[in-house]
């Protein structure tokens, strides 16, 4: 099973990687949002790697926990990077559908501050702002409240599973397979194997309206006033 944990969790898994279905793609660029979760609880990260399969990096699920043994997960044996990752689903209010925006583990504080003001989550419509160009490494995101309302889980798309689409999941003996050939047994050939020292297995193993925005440290009930005030630091991307 794909090893996914809760925030409290979330020091013992590191690392970042790569972008997500959901992006701003240049400087000041925003997107009006609802975050599909009712609290903080509802919202899990996953500890995978990041490998190259059929000439693309893919993610494949990490088979251990932090407390387990690095011989549990070939691919930790073989000192392929484990990387902690948040997949949060959203409702894109301007496109009506469902977006995953893939954030690196230190954005479940900025969940945790906007699902303790806001709750149900979901019951809010969140502006996304960019702060930065592209290819910028200091880029940081900024979340502004526009309005609360009735909405819950229910009322918007079905979210999709992401196991076996974005992250992909091995058994042990694939991922032997892979360390040994370059590929899965069930895929192509890629392009550069990544090899390591792991040679045998074992088998245990609707779209709604919006008013003006507000910065999400105030009170969701209180009026917008001057300057927008900057939130808690954003993940960086």
């Not at 469902?98 to 979901?122: C, D, H, Q």
């Amino acid at each position: 099973m794909p090893v996914k944990f809760r925030m409290e969790e979330a020091d013992h898994y590191g690392g970042q990687g790569a972008g997500s279905f959901f992006r701003l793609k240049n400087d000041k660029d925003t997107a009006r949002v609802r975050f599909l979760y009712n609290g903080i609880d509802d919202i899990y990260g996953y500890a995978v790697h990041r490998v190259e399969v059929e000439g693309k990096q893919r993610y494949v699920a990490c088979l251990r926990e932090y407390t387990q043994p690095i011989d549990d997960c070939p691919f930790c044996a073989a000192k392929i990077p484990v990387q902690a990752r948040l997949f949060l689903f959203l409702y894109d209010v301007g496109t009506d559908e469902v977006k995953i925006w893939e954030r690196g583990r230190t954005f479940f504080s900025k969940m945790a501050s906007l699902a303790s003001r806001y709750n149900p989550l979901v019951s809010t419509v969140f502006e996304i702002e960019r702060n930065g160009k592209p290819g910028d490494t200091n880029t940081t995101y900024e979340i502004y409240h526009i309005e609360t309302d009735e909405t819950t889980i229910e009322d918007l798309p079905e979210i999709p599973d992401i196991i076996g689409t974005m992250i992909l999941n091995k058994e042990f003996e694939d991922m032997v397979f892979y360390l040994d050939n370059g590929y899965f047994p069930d895929e192509g050939v890629v392009t550069q194997p990544q090899r390591g020292g792991v040679r045998r297995s074992t088998s245990d193993n609707k779209h709604y309206p919006v008013g003006r925005r507000t910065p999400v440290n105030t009170p969701a009930n209180a009026p917008a006033r001057g300057r927008r005030t900057p939130t808690v630091p954003q993940d960086v991307f």
